[in-house]
């Protein structure tokens, strides 16, 4: 075989190998759709679901992280943000926001919950989502924000632009959840682990996810 005709067949084999590999779906993905004002998320766990899945973020892959600890169970569609990461920038702009000095981000991508009225049956998925505010919240000590956003076209969330559109109790749930997923239900009386300490709306989350777009250029890039 000529020395040209290797050249080829090796381009050839690169060509065809990107159809053989799938992206992983926190580096492969794009952050942001074809709008400014959606996001493309991955989706790691359904409300059905009785053990938490996660991303393994060597391979991509979803991996069982546990079962579920307690009985209650996550009211919403719950994944990440591709090219997102929770590290330097995101840290201080909260340090400053509540005055504090011991924060640090979890060096995880950003987390994202899904509202939708459609029974989506398990995860491992991509969607579009429109977000519309978040909670701040502060996980030991970590920066640990949780994005809310309506699924696009959603016949029931999806005409909804910001979080104070949304049900009170909906909210309220998906509060309660995280701040309390953690907890033995012994030392319920106990300081949380896991404290949401602000609710914030559509401008805000944006401003969230696009620090955390920039945590992940300067980690990763």
Aim: glycine share 6%.
């Amino acid at each position: 075989m000529t020395q040209q005709a290797i050249r080829k067949t090796a381009s050839q084999s690169a060509v065809s190998g990107k159809n053989l590999f799938k992206p992983h779906p926190w580096h492969g993905l794009s952050l942001y759709t074809d709008s400014e004002e959606e996001v493309q998320a991955f989706i790691e766990i359904v409300p059905a679901d009785a053990v938490k899945y996660e991303i393994d973020k060597n391979s991509g892959y979803l991996k069982l992280d546990r079962p579920q600890k307690y009985s209650n169970k996550l009211p919403c569609l719950y994944g990440f943000l591709p090219q997102t990461f929770s590290g330097d920038v995101i840290a201080e702009y909260t340090r400053q926001l509540l005055q504090r000095t011991d924060l640090v981000g979890d060096r995880d991508p950003v987390d994202i919950c899904v509202l939708t009225e459609t029974a989506i049956t398990h995860g491992n998925i991509i969607l579009n989502a429109v977000p519309v505010g978040g909670f701040r919240m502060i996980d030991h000590g970590e920066v640990d924000d949780k994005i809310i956003a309506v699924l696009r076209d959603d016949p029931v969330y999806g005409h909804m632009k910001d979080i104070s559109e949304c049900p009170e109790k909906v909210i309220d749930r998906i509060r309660h959840y995280f701040s309390t997923y953690k907890e033995i239900p012994a030392d319920a009386n106990g300081p949380g682990k896991c404290q949401i300490v602000g609710t914030y709306g559509r401008d805000e989350a944006f401003r969230v996810i696009d620090l955390c777009h920039q945590d992940y250029i300067r980690t990763y890039r």
